[in-house]
């Protein structure tokens, strides 16, 4: 949640301080670790330069600051290339009695790149990947759709899950469900989701499976639990997101840092069973979820 | 302890890769953290170049080998500059009864460039001084002289400490004890000595005042829990450090990350009267410690 209060001065700084004659914006890194590693991500277009500086350099440029006129030169390597042709890529299992009943699993495919995306959000395509695999495995027929998308573009303004939107939204009416794994590799501690109270409590056998290891919580969200699922969570879907242990996901996340090391194999696994069961779950059970 | 073990490969490594035909040596970064930060130190000149990688490149490099042949293309930016004059920084506290008895309480004023050096061992010298500082102030005149020593070149040979031993070791005969905080500026849980049983049991009462904050542990040690009071203690003369909450000093220490905003003020002021404390006990007790 601090991610959140502390994201907006990246996202929306730049270009306030631009709208006051700012000729330059830093901010401090919005990451939780303190090893001279600056956090990227988005930040709305300012046409001023904007970049992050780590936590070391913020406190110091904050303490000379409070003692008079400070000057900086700034370099900035960065640089934003033209628009190219993507995809979301994206496979079904189709349902056996209600294919148009779509319960989508999903991670998202783009990272940013100083690190190799490992844990934002290579892991939740995995997971996402193994979700299938595992029901292809244990020749499991469910009722409706088992979709595996893996988002393009989630981290620079979401054109991947727009397009979807744009293609696909006169049959959100039938999904039934849509997972989207979007907080890293982590233990997972159960399902954040955005849904009736009613359809909530369908969750709990499903969750109940998940209790050997711990990953049976269930926590109401006012907002859309996965930003590319955020648009047919708007519009009806029932939505979730795992809730994945957080407290070192910010330490690594959008830094250099993000890389395969910092996944442990056996909190992955976790994290393709809650994802296999919860899919699973909503594709076999009698009725759709209400809505 | 680790630290030690892990130590030996960056200390040694390059000559016995050398030696045995090798045109380069890389090893993992001995740092305790997974940040991207490879961390310095020395190691025996081997006419290679030599360097550290981080522990993420470190893993790749690892499992790409285990897949065959691995190419690398080495661009290495340090150097070494020619021997400048440099000091150690001394300053007395005379005793009032024995002057030539003296305790020293010490860091060392060198530090790796990559940070500042605050932890390793900015904060050792000024806990040094703050000792001197509160016998001061509170006017205290202790038996023997208290000697504040900021040793220079700890980190690459010790010629400060050598030069040191050089002029002053005819000296050592009399001196009554050597202190020396090295190990960063955590909050200090006691400390760690050099010298007899029969020694170390007398310095319980000092410990005993540091028991409020919980700095009274007492661990001998069968090497000289400091470098630059290894010669002394070597001499007979009884040794002591004190002994840091070590489990993030290794994460930060020889790195960029050896800034100020790692020194947490409570700590430091912990660390300052565990020196504070005793070395004003060595000084003061009836007797100097038996050797």
Known sequence: MAYGEAVRYRGAGPKAAADLGAVAALVRTVGSADFRLPHTGFSTPAGI??????????????????????RMHLTLTPQQLPDATSHNVIADLKGSEHPEQVVIVSGHLDSWDLGTGAIDDGAGVVVAMEAAEILQKLHLHPRRTLRVI????????????????????????????????????????????????????????????????????????????????????????????????GRHYFDYHHSAADTLDKVVPAELRENAAAMAVMGYALASMKDPLPR
Chains 1, 2 share one sequence.
């Open 49 to 70: 330069p904007a970049g992050a500086v780590t936590a070391e350099d913020a406190s110091l440029i904050a303490d000379l600051a409070s003692q008079g006129k400070v």
């Open 150 to 245: 893996a988002w393009m573009d989630e981290e620079s303004g979401g054109a991947g899950s727009q397009q979807y939107t744009k293609d696909y939204s006169t049959e959100f009416a039938h999904y039934a469900a849509a997972i989207e794994s979007d907080a890293g590799a982590a233990h997972p501690l159960g399902y954040s989701v955005k849904m009736s109270p009613h359809a909530a409590e369908l969750l709990r056998p499903a969750l109940g499976i998940l209790q050997s290891f711990g990953g049976n919580a269930l926590m109401p969200s006012s907002y859309p639990p996965g930003a590319d699922i955020s648009a047919m969570s708007e519009a009806g879907v029932p939505a979730l997101g795992i809730l994945q242990d």
